[in-house]
């Protein structure tokens, strides 16, 4: 049964960043028409996020962003050096219906809750199991830290099925980070987020590791992050 779409305030993501649930992080904004529609959500409510076709393109109507978004609820919002922040937990994937032009710039979403069909957990954990095994892989032959792997395995447990939900974008997050700009196209990414079902996207991220090719420099941009969370998570 389709659930009844909703509207909220949109805030378009550049720069190939892709958001999607259980993922929780801080935005800086700059552009007045995304304070402003920070500003419209307030702490506490709805923002509907949704990543630009074209990375460095700019946001001109409806068919500047995939059709596919999440809706994430306002945690915290301040400012910090002159810089508007919020800190935003995505909750729901939703598909973006119609787009209305609001007098401060910003565009107000129709956004149609779009859920995953419900599976069994057992049938899950071959390919949450499968995908691991590749990711491993990728790391090796990306020279990423050993422990990398551990810390994918403890913000994506096999045990439970918020886990296994989650371990697209927690291997993802662990293979690169907004700056330098993802290496995984935001097409790939966005690949991801549009599956019908939660086996299909953890197929799609098992081929997906299994063709990628990362860039030479992929173990010194992301050691650091790697080893802070280690230390921070006590895994060695």
């Not at 649930?21 to 500003?39: K, N, V, Y």
């Not at 954990?125 to 830290?145: G, K, T, V, Y």
């Not at 096999?158 to 993802?182: C, F, K, N, Y």
Request: with cysteine.
């Amino acid at each position: 049964m389709t659930r009844q779409a909703a509207a909220y305030p949109l805030l378009p993501l550049g720069g190939g960043v892709l958001l999607a649930p259980p993922m929780a992080r801080t935005f800086g904004l700059g552009r007045p028409e995304s304070i402003a529609a920070a500003r419209a959500a307030s702490v506490g409510g709805h923002l509907v996020f949704a990543s630009l076709r074209d990375p460095e393109g700019e946001m001109s109507g409806a068919s500047s962003v995939f059709g596919v978004g999440v809706t994430a609820v306002v945690i915290e919002a301040g400012t910090l050096q002159g810089v508007v922040r919020i800190f935003v937990e995505a909750v729901q994937r939703v598909r973006l219906r119609t787009f209305t032009l609001q007098r401060d710039g910003f565009y107000r979403v129709s956004a149609e809750p779009w859920d995953d069909p419900p599976i069994r957990e057992a049938e899950l954990r071959p390919l949450h199991d499968r995908a691991l095994i590749q990711f491993e892989a990728l790391c090796r032959c990306a020279s990423l830290p050993a422990v990398t792997t551990k810390l994918v395995r403890a913000g994506a447990p096999a045990d439970r099925i918020e886990g296994i939900r989650s371990l697209p974008w927690v291997a993802l997050s662990h293979l690169g980070q907004d700056s330098p700009p993802h290496w995984i196209p935001i097409a790939q990414r966005q690949a991801l987020l549009e599956a019908p079902s939660l086996p299909d996207r953890l197929r799609l991220l098992i081929e997906l590791l299994d063709g990628a090719v990362p860039p030479a420099s992929l173990a010194a941009d992301m050691a650091p992050f790697i080893l802070r969370a280690a230390d921070a998570a006590q895994l060695s």
